[in-house]
Nanobody, 115 residues
């Protein structure tokens, strides 16, 4: 199994920045990608960004140019740098690991963008 612990959410004004972190433990060697989803109230969970073990990345169109996903393999940690935040980015952000032993989710961290 894989355990994921997220941190870094909070309240920020429109145009501000936040950085989310997600640290994995457990069956690390089974992971081939990690990423972030978000879920706004009343909406489905949606993919935000993914990074592969080879460093390849994918971003949802809504965050391209504003968000950056990165990883520190030595720390088993993936980051989501969120800049130019908008009220519509308000959601619970969930970390996901994808691997040969299945997908695992973090507990979620709230991001609220409001003045």
């Amino acid at each position: 199994q894989v355990q994921l612990v997220e941190s870094g959410g909070g309240l920020v004004q429109p145009g501000g920045s936040l950085r989310l972190s997600c640290t994995a433990s457990g069956s690390i060697s089974s992971i081939y990608a990690m990423g972030w989803y978000h879920q706004a109230p009343g909406k489905q969970r949606e993919l935000v960004a993914v990074i592969g073990r080879d460093g390849s990345t994918y971003y949802a169109d809504s965050v391209k140019g504003r968000f950056t996903i990165s990883s520190d393999n030595a720390k088993n940690t993936v980051y989501l740098q969120m800049n130019s935040l908008k009220p519509e980015d308000t959601a619970v952000y969930y970390c996901i690991s994808q691997g040969t032993r299945g997908d695992y989710w973090g507990q979620g961290t709230q991001v609220t963008v409001s003045s």
